[in-house]
């Protein structure tokens, strides 16, 4: 499974976790590409700052309503989704290295979940032969 996490949003760092914790459960190979919102939530310490904590515009108007049924339900923190799904199988998570120069990002700044760099060329050589391609 491929997925490029492009966005930074809370709701879509939980559907990539919960997706790629399902894909190490079902013991395929996950390979994530952070780029642009999805490497800045990767930060150190990003995914704890209440001004990180957004939902996708389109559903801005049920934010209240979504944080309060994840705070209800005790719904884990997505970085905690992650950090399961690689405990469970082989799960890989990249920085891309032009947006990481972007933003004038290091390895070192970003949470001990990240793998390593790595460029569009090698990712998109290793998700041409992936079963399963997500855009998230």
Known sequence: MSIILYSGTVDRLTAASI??????????????FLTFGGLLALKKGAWQDPQQQKISAEFAEYAPM???????????????ILREAKEIGDVNVYACGMTMDLFGLNLEDLEDL?????????????????DISLFI
């Open 19 to 32: 997706l790629a914790t399902g894909g190490a459960a079902m013991g395929m190979q996950v390979n994530i």
């Open 114 to 130: 990240v793998t390593g760099v790595q460029g569009v060329t090698g990712f998109v050589n290793s998700a041409k032969d992936s």
């Open 66 to 80: 979504i944080m309060e049924a994840v705070k209800t339900n005790r719904v884990k923190p997505w970085i905690e």
